[in-house]
């Protein structure tokens, strides 16, 4: 048998005995199946392969320049331990400076910041203009202790202010459309749902929950954008709600009609379209949002007496006070279980009627 080597790419064969080869830099794939090993096909791919990498190699920003500083940040532990949307939208800030990445750090001050923020806002909004600035500090504020700046200029923008007449980004949600998505939705669907509503979970830190974070009658996990730990009791609602979900093998509560783990894409896609559905019955109204749930429970709690600190525990909201572990959330638990049952309490006096949980049985 010929053995195959291209400088570059590693070609080796996995653990069922199919060969696999990816360019070693940029982790790009080939796919064998379409360029099989030693083809012309093949050749021409790693050849493309080489020639993309070489122009992004060319195309990286210089030292001393703004795309240099972002580029260092980037590699910093701060930005590897950020959530996968927060870092997203900070790829997304440094795309769109892009254009001006070549200045020199010399000629970095706060009003030059301050025309890219204000001509961010007449561009891609006011809320990206925003994180456009806080991208920035946070650039200036790692590259300062390196010595590749003297200052954050980023600090002394002033933030665009939220329009007035702008509509309420995550509403809460009314009874009735809790109870009309409830009923509609499917199985799979309604569970998600469910937890999210009886929780005030992100959508996508609900998704991610495995079997091995329910431990007993309570929910123990970290919210993703803070890195706060949080131990939420399951309700007698949520409960049902789990007990009648589509049974599943997955390691994940939460799994689509498949039985499979949601991704956070997957389930907005069926999600906004679910909700299309239900705007057009006229069932709910314009603007229902998955993490306007979260609004929802922090706003019922709120207006059953709760204090801020009280609501903030449960949904894992960080402050500058402390950081909270595990350990720390242990103590949490039972306080916690004193709001979720005001939780529960003042979501069934606003319900007019219960309409139980139908039990799914797995085909």
């Given at each position: 048998m010929t053995h195959i080597r291209v400088k570059g790419f590693k070609i080796f064969n996995d653990r069922h005995g199919k060969?696999?080869?990816?360019?070693?830099?940029?982790?790009?794939?080939?796919?064998?199946?379409?360029a099989p090993l030693g083809s012309a096909e093949f050749f021409s791919e790693c050849a493309r392969i080489k020639a993309l990498a070489e122009a992004q190699k060319a195309k990286a920003?210089?030292?001393?320049?703004l795309g240099g500083l972002?580029?260092?940040?980037?590699?910093?532990?701060?930005?590897?331990?950020?959530?996968?949307?927060?870092?997203?939208?900070?790829?997304?800030?440094?795309?769109?400076?892009n254009p001006i990445r070549d200045t020199p750090v010399s000629a970095i001050t706060t009003p030059l910041m301050a025309g890219i923020h204000d001509k961010a806002a007449q561009k891609i909004g006011w809320r990206r203009a925003n994180m456009l600035r806080t991208f920035l500090s946070q650039v200036f504020r790692y590259a300062i202790p390196k010595g590749l700046i003297d200052r954050d200029y980023a600090?002394?923008?002033?933030?665009?202010?939220?329009?007035?007449?702008?509509?309420y980004a995550n509403r809460p949600w009314a009874q009735d459309e809790r109870v009309a998505v409830l009923d509609k939705a499917k199985p799979h669907v309604r569970v998600v749902i469910a937890l999210i509503m009886n929780t005030g979970l992100d959508p996508s830190d609900a998704l991610k929950l495995t079997r091995r974070q329910i431990d007993g009658n309570t929910i123990?996990?970290?919210?993703?954008?803070?890195?706060?730990d949080v131990a939420i009791p399951i309700g007698p609602t949520l409960q049902a709600a789990l007990d009648v979900a589509p049974a599943h093998d997955a390691v994940t509560i939460l799994a689509n009609s498949k039985g499979k783990p949601w991704t956070y894409d997957g389930f907005s896609t069926v999600w906004?379209?679910?909700k299309k559905g239900l705007e057009k019955d006229d069932l709910?109204?314009?603007g229902l949002t998955l993490k306007g749930l979260r609004h929802t429970v922090a706003t019922t709690l709120r207006e059953a007496g709760l204090e801020e600190r009280q609501i903030a525990d449960l949904l894992g909201q960080k402050t500058p006070a402390m950081a909270r572990h595990y350990s720390r959330s242990a103590n949490l638990a039972d306080r916690n279980r004193i709001t979720m049952?005001?939780?529960?309490?003042?979501?069934?006096?606003?319900s007019q009627v219960v309409k139980p949980f139908k039990k799914t049985v797995k085909p």
């Open positions: 060969p696999r080869c990816y360019h070693r830099t940029t982790g790009h794939k080939i796919d064998l199946d379409k920003p210089r030292a001393g320049t972002s580029q260092s940040y980037f590699q910093t532990e701060h930005f590897a331990n950020l959530a996968d949307a927060t870092k997203r939208d900070y790829r997304k800030c440094s795309d769109f400076l600090a002394g923008v002033i933030p665009k202010p939220r329009p007035k007449d702008l509509p123990w996990g970290v919210r993703g954008k803070t890195g706060e906004h379209r679910f709910v109204q314009p049952e005001t939780l529960e309490k003042e979501n069934e006096r606003r």
